[in-house]
């Protein structure tokens, strides 16, 4: 008895959870046939603001839209051409820079006129700050040095390789021993004398006594007319 009560309870609840079950499960079956598709529910959130979907919102589709491809191209190439250009401005400023100005150039060079000037004289002018002895020799004076034996000098030159016209010579009037600058037409060879320590130079600007241990510099220069020379 106590059996047969028990199951008359059991079975009206059964039968009420499997209603409940399929209840549920009809219900699931009609919501599957009512969702919303995906790209909708994507519209959907994109109009609602959400930021989860944003990069569908902003895709470009390569096959749908190729006008965009191209723009991005064309704007992607306009940029490089702009940093090509201000690179290539860039280093012709830097290269101009490095150049020697105006200033510069015209102090690399002095030009000046010999005509004035006499036989057996010397006169001083200054090139690039330093002072630059111009001579007109004699003819006795340049056959005098040009048969000076080289084995007598100590800094062995011949007079021909000092000058490129006979008539003149042209040296840095600086002496090599300590930096002192010597005097014209003076010393016991007839050409520079350094009062500082003694050195004696020819009227070629070759050392021929005392401590120098080098002939006065011949600088760089050239005859632009026989009597106008060119100096640096």
Known sequence: MNAFRLANRLVPRTMGAMRSSSRILGTTNALRHLSVPATQTTQALDQLGS??????????????????????????????????????????????????????LALAFGEFDLSALEVGKTIMVDWRGKPIYIRRRSV???????????????DQEADSDRTIKPEFLVVVGICPHLGCVPLPNAGDFGGFFCPCHGSHYDVSGRIRMG??????????????????????
């Not at 723009?71 to 101009?96: G, H, I």
């Open 51 to 104: 930021v989860d979907h944003e990069y569908e919102s902003t895709r470009v589709d390569r096959v749908a839209e190729p006008d965009r491809r191209a723009f991005t191209y064309l704007m992607l190439s306009s940029v490089q051409f702009v940093y090509a250009s201000a690179a290539r401005l860039l280093v012709v400023k830097l290269v101009a820079s490095m150049a020697p100005s105006a200033e510069v």
């Open 140 to 154: 006795a004076e340049i056959e005098k040095e040009s048969q000076v034996q080289l084995d007598h000098l100590r």
């Open 211 to 232: 401590p120098a241990p080098l002939n006065l510099e011949v600088p760089p220069y050239k005859f632009i007319s026989d009597t106008t020379v060119l100096i640096g």
